[in-house]
């Protein structure tokens, strides 16, 4: 049987005290399950669903919870790690550049597992970061690109939205990842590859859920918290695969094995 969903949706919104005037606006529209997509929007996901205990919400990225609020999230770690990976065999330098949004666990997380596998090939790469502080702001992220150029960095990587430090890489000659996206098109002589974020299998997953459990008690299928990475294509690679960066790697270096 097919289903007709309405799906409205609301872009560009601030992660500030105003995110809970569009979150309260979705629940009055009359929404069965609202997802807020930003770890910044957790409180006020949390203040809205208080008011409307009869509408499901799912916080991603974030940690808190209450009877009709869950969190779900995607393994970035894992892509970082692969990034990490890629980075190790590449450099010559040794010295790797990363740029962060915020001080939150999935960005912390995602550091450390870029660093676990950039040591996992090449112990004497080092990562210096520099906190943008913005999820998007193309200045601040050239800004801090140019600055871990200048102290020898070879090799770029980012938690933040913008082509900026890949289109400032491609002008100093220096190589990169791409974020959440395939930027292949802004710098395609500098992105190596991008871990992109494939959301759609975790969406339409709740929403059947949602589905199925009509009928039952109102909170019942919303209480767990939902993690998946690369096995089931929730992150995926591109441009055309990992393989393309394959040729770009020094010959004397152990190329890793892919599936």
Known sequence: MAIRLRQPFVENVP???????????????????????SFGYMDHTI????????????HITGYKRSPNVAT????????????GVVAGLMTKSNKIGYLASFPIPEVIQGINAFGIGLRSVNPKAEVSVIWVNSWYDPVKEADAAKVHIAEGA?????????????????????????????MKAF???????????????????KIQQLWMAHGQPA????TGLAIHGLACQMII???????TCLPMLPRQQKRPRLM
């Open 47 to 58: 203040k809205v669903a208080k008011e409307f205990p009869n509408v499901k919400f799912e």
């Open 237 to 243: 690679w591109c441009c055309h695969h990992l393989k």
């Open 219 to 222: 909170m019942a299928l919303i």
């Open 15 to 37: 992660e500030g005290p105003d995110s809970a005037r569009v979150i309260r606006e979705l629940a009055k529209q009359g929404n069965d399950i609202i997802f807020t997509t």
């Open 187 to 205: 710098a395609p002589k500098a992105q190596l590859f991008s871990a992109v974020n494939n959301w759609g299998p975790y969406y339409i997953q």
């Open 154 to 182: 070879d090799i770029l990587a980012q938690h933040t939205d913008s082509p900026a430090m890949l289109q400032t890489a491609q002008k100093a000659g220096v190589h990169g990842f791409g974020q959440s996206s395939d």
């Open 72 to 83: 779900g999230n995607i393994r970035f770690y894992e892509g970082r790690y692969v990034q």
